[in-house]
């Protein structure tokens, strides 16, 4: 059976088969600290577990509207300071991407995708047969440049995706470059996906939003700000001609988000037990965040990351060599750079979402890697 040509562009996940070679390296009784771990370290708060079975017996249990439930639609809208209807609740923050890619990126058009990024933008693009435009930021400190994008736009650019607080590098991005970004989309008739899912972690100046902007989908989720990625709730937020485009999609995707996490959700953002949840575990990530950045800024040069749970150091020679190595001879496993576009074959992900005590041993074996000195 042939794969249809949408797909066959696309390479099975390189962060998977880190994950795979991690497995085999445990089983076969090695010590492996894995930092390439994409999601929060904590357990879902059990305030929320509590929420959310008690939910289930009231019987939210059954599809809810495709916009979601209206308690969680108005919590989101009042968080963001724009009108419920602009809220659309997803299954996932995944879900809410692959719509709006499938809504508004047209076949044969441009998709402008800034280097290093969330190796997910690239799988949409390809998956709508456009034509990917990297924009590589290394020299601007992992931040797209306003001019850059306007060197390569033109009226066939459908799609602009931006991320920030960004995966792989923790930074974050200011109000006037976004709005920028937001007001060049504009002028060519395209579309900005603002992948916001970091935005509740953050350690220094706080996130921009482009909520209510013209031509913006901002998309959000619950993922990683209350640590419920299994649970599977995000949103988009966008003007309404922009949602109806989405919602075509979505009826026959996602449909709804689980209606017994998007009534626990709601209630802990209602009664202010959210804001607690996530502000204990950025405490802790910001703690973290302290020490890796520390220790990595002797051993490479590197950005200090303002936000999500990811550093971005640049390495000496390939990254997947490094990546194999590192994980052979110490037992660290991180995520070579490669996965995350064009011009990051000397980079590495980190991910710092593990104990202070792993990171300890981590940083002292990449140390004992680099510049010699005795194995794991
Ligand atoms: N966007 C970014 C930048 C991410 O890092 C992730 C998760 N790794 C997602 C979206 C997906 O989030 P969700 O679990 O809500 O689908």
Known sequence: MAEASRVSGISTSLIRRMFEIVERAKREGKDVINLSIGEPDFRTDDAIIEKACEAMREGFTHYTS??????????????????????????????????????FIEEGSSVVIPSPNFLSYFSYAKMCKAKVVQIKTHENGFVLNPDSLNEVMDRNVSMIFVNYPNNPTGVVADRRTLKAIAEIARDYEAIV?????????????????LAGYENV?????FSKSLAMTGWRV????AEEDLLDSILKVH??????????AQKAIAEVLTDGTAEKITKRMVEEFRRRRDFVYSKLKGIF??????????VFPKVNGDCIEFAEKLLLEKGVALTPGIAFGEGNESYVRISYATSMEKLKVAMERIEEFVHGGKTA
């Not at 209206?70 to 963001?80: K, Q």
């Open 251 to 260: 009826q026959v995707n996602g449909v709804c988000a689980p209606s017994f």
């Open 217 to 221: 989908v901002v998309v959000n989720g």
């Open 234 to 237: 995000g949103f988009v937020i």
């Open 301 to 310: 040069e590197v950005v200090k990351p303002e936000g999500a749970f990811y």
């Open 66 to 103: 495709n916009f979601g439930i209206p308690e969680l639609r108005s919590a989101i809208a009042e968080r963001y300071g724009v009108d419920e209807r602009n809220v659309m609740v997803t299954a996932g923050a995944s879900e809410a991407l692959l719509n709006a890619s499938l809504a």
């Open 193 to 209: 996906v603002s992948d916001e899912i970091y935005d509740q972690i953050y350690y220094d100046k706080k996130p921009f939003s």
